[in-house]
T-cell receptor, first 109, second 117 residues
Framework: GNSVTQMEGPVTLSEEAFLTINCTYT??????LFWYVQYPGEGLQLLLK?????DKGSNKGFEATYRKETTSFHLEKGSVQVSDSAVYFC????????FGTGTRLTIIP | GAVVSQHPSRVICKSGTSVKIECRSL??????MFWYRQFPKQSLMLMAT?????????EQGVEKDKFLINHASLTLSTLTVTSAHPEDSSFYIC?????????????FGPGTRLTVT
């Protein structure tokens, strides 16, 4: 079956630091890949997505590239802000969404 | 576009009572909606998949008689927690898939915090 392995948190960084959150997946076929972000007490918001190999999703300074050869979809941002503090979920989709465990990110001013 | 709403956002009920949560797709038609449960500091657990006009498909271990799901229209699905108990207290999130897009992307509601006293 499908599975997503996500970097364990929590992750604490200083403002303007470089961020990487690792995500690898196991799937049959060619799923779409997503990063969702959840702010405290809220539902999930789509951050970015990629639907095929070598696609790069980007939004709000975040990027992730669909790497079929390494079955990875790592999330990166060059300079994080305090407002990026949230929980980040990597997910793959076919008929259902399969989520990673989530990574709690805290940015310190 | 692709907005999903949930109502109520918070509800407190007494043990033994039933609670209904609504999930609406506001600007698209959703033939398929999903219901998730999230425990504190954990990932989302899929409870059931709801298809318009047919019975919901429940994940293993989810009691279908306790968590009643109805998807009567292309824009509305409801989750009723029957005879609620304190262990049912949780954050419930719905999502919907845009039928017209042909994509597997799901759009999430803001969630409902249920507290059973």
């Amino acid at each position: 079956g499908n599975s997503v392995t996500q970097m364990e948190g929590p992750v604490t960084l200083s403002e303007e630091a470089f961020l990487t959150i690792n995500c690898t997946y196991t799937a049959t076929g060619y799923p779409s890949l997503f990063w969702y972000v959840q702010y405290p007490g809220e539902g999930l918001q789509l951050l970015l997505k990629a639907t095929k190999a070598d696609d790069k999703g980007s939004n709000k300074g975040f990027e992730a590239t669909y790497r079929k050869e390494t079955t990875s979809f790592h999330l990166e941002k060059g300079s994080v802000q305090v407002s990026d503090s949230a929980v980040y979920f990597c997910a793959l989709a076919d008929e259902k969404l399969t989520f990673g465990t989530g990574t709690r990110l805290t940015i310190i001013p | 576009g692709a907005v999903v709403s949930q109502h109520p956002s918070r509800v407190i009920c007494k043990s033994g009572t039933s609670v209904k949560i609504e999930c609406r797709s506001l600007d698209f038609q959703a033939t398929t909606m999903f219901w998730y449960r999230q425990f504190p500091k954990q990932s989302l657990m899929l409870m059931a998949t709801s298809n318009e006009g047919s019975k919901a498909t429940y994940e293993q271990g989810v009691e279908k008689d306790k968590f009643l799901i109805n998807h009567a229209s292309l824009t509305l699905s409801t989750l009723t927690v029957t005879s609620a108990h304190p262990e049912d207290s949780s954050f419930y999130i719905c999502s919907a898939r845009d039928f017209a897009s042909g994509s597997y992307e799901q759009y999430f509601g803001p969630g409902t915090r249920l507290t059973v006293t």
